[in-house]
């Protein structure tokens, strides 16, 4: 079955820089186009940033815009989201899924301190 494990959340303070990772094993991963949401304490899932099946296009929310850098390698099965310049309001637990499907992995917990 499908199977989406997210890796590299940690607690950082404001202004730092973490590397979330998300592999990918039980489907043809270069097939989909791939997505990061986030759900912050006692709010709903947000849509943070998402990436065609081949890389060659990305978006992103207006609230990480300029800051997160989504990337994917099909080799690797493998989702990134390089998050710098992480501020409070970012703190929430990150997902990956694909793209128009609800499976999420368990995700990772990104906080960041003021």
């Not at 991963?29 to 709010?43: E, H």
């Not at 997160?68 to 099909?74: D, E, L, V």
């Amino acid at each position: 079955q499908v199977q989406l494990v997210e890796s590299g959340g940690g607690l950082v303070q404001s202004g730092g820089s973490l590397r979330l990772s998300c592999a990918a094993s039980g489907l043809t991963f270069s097939d989909y186009s791939m997505t990061w949401v986030r759900q912050a304490p006692g709010k709903g899932l947000e849509w943070v940033s998402s990436i065609y099946s081949s890389g060659g296009s990305t978006s992103y929310a207006d609230s990480v815009k300029g800051r997160f850098t989504i990337s994917r390698s099909n080799a690797k099965n493998t989702l990134y989201l390089q998050m710098n310049n992480l501020k409070p309001e970012d703190t929430a637990v990150y997902y990956c899924k694909r793209a128009g499907l609800p499976q999420r992995g368990q995700g990772t917990q990104v906080t960041v301190s003021s």
